[in-house]
T-cell receptor, first 111, second 114 residues
Framework: SQELEQSPQSLIVQEGKNLTINCTSSKTLYGLYWYKQKYGEGLIFLMMLQKGGEEKSHEKITAKLDEKKQQSSLHITASQPSHAGIYLCGAWRGSQGNLIFGKGTKLSVKP | NAGVTQTPKFRVLKTGQSMTLLCAQDMNHEYMYWYRQDPGMGLRLIHYSVGEGTTAKGEVPDGYNVSRLKKQNFLLGLESAAPSQTSVYFC?????????????FGQGTRLTVV
């Protein structure tokens, strides 16, 4: 079973619209990461959240980690075609360096 | 600054052939990882290493072996390639864990097994 569940799996939005992607875990999250992947390319680091209630923003992208540290959301304001890609959340598992990821959310932005 | 470099970038193998994928990082990171990415499956962890000379199994280790003889290199081996191993392979490295820092990724290796 997937330990990190992302929703939705895919999303098509009109340029200029806002959108939210969610990442949910059945266990407490320690170090939640958001990455973006353009089709056929490597992963680009977006943000890292560690503390419950933490919120970070970069340009038009805002990520939050809920108080119970079991869910994170990524919000994009006024989406642009450059936001298109696959968004992945990642988290640490166990006492060793086991870094796992969700299945990703594919975002398409229609001009 | 190279970051994380994967070689080769593309490869086509015949079933039963062997090959080694090389991952090199120049950031003096302790932790290194190998993932495979398949459509609809996201990134799945194959093996990882928390330091030179150490390796551990991830979610999907079967059919793969790894070695970390030098801190900067993490090798992924396929002893007898199978079509099910057709995938895009990503290597990553990080300084530590649990929110210490981000993980840096290579550009990927696209492997096709025919």
């Amino acid at each position: 079973s997937q330990e990190l569940e992302q929703s939705p799996q895919s999303l098509i939005v009109q340029e200029g619209k806002n959108l939210t992607i969610n990442c949910t875990s059945s266990k407490t999250l320690y170090g939640l990461y958001w990455y973006k992947q353009k089709y056929g390319e490597g992963l680009i680091f977006l943000m890292m959240l560690q503390k419950g209630g933490e919120e970070k923003s970069h340009e038009k992208i805002t990520a939050k980690l809920d108080e119970k540290k079991q869910q994170s959301s990524l919000h994009i304001t006024a989406s642009q075609p450059s936001h298109a890609g696959i968004y992945l959340c990642g988290a640490w598992r166990g006492s060793q360096g086991n870094l796992i990821f969700g299945k990703g959310t594919k975002l398409s932005v229609k001009p | 600054n190279a970051g994380v470099t994967q070689t080769p970038k593309f490869r086509v193998l015949k079933t039963g052939q062997s090959m080694t994928l090389l991952c090199a990082q120049d950031m003096n990171h302790e932790y290194m990882y190998w993932y495979r990415q398949d459509p609809g499956m996201g990134l799945r962890l194959i093996h990882y290493s928390v330091g030179e000379g150490t390796t551990a199994k991830g979610e999907v280790p079967d059919g793969y072996n790894v070695s970390r003889l030098k801190k900067q290199n993490f090798l992924l081996g396929l002893e007898s390639a199978a079509p099910s191993q057709t995938s895009v392979y990503f290597c990553a490295s990080s300084y530590g864990r649990a929110g210490d820092t981000e993980a840096f990724f290579g550009q990927g290796t696209r492997l096709t097994v025919v």
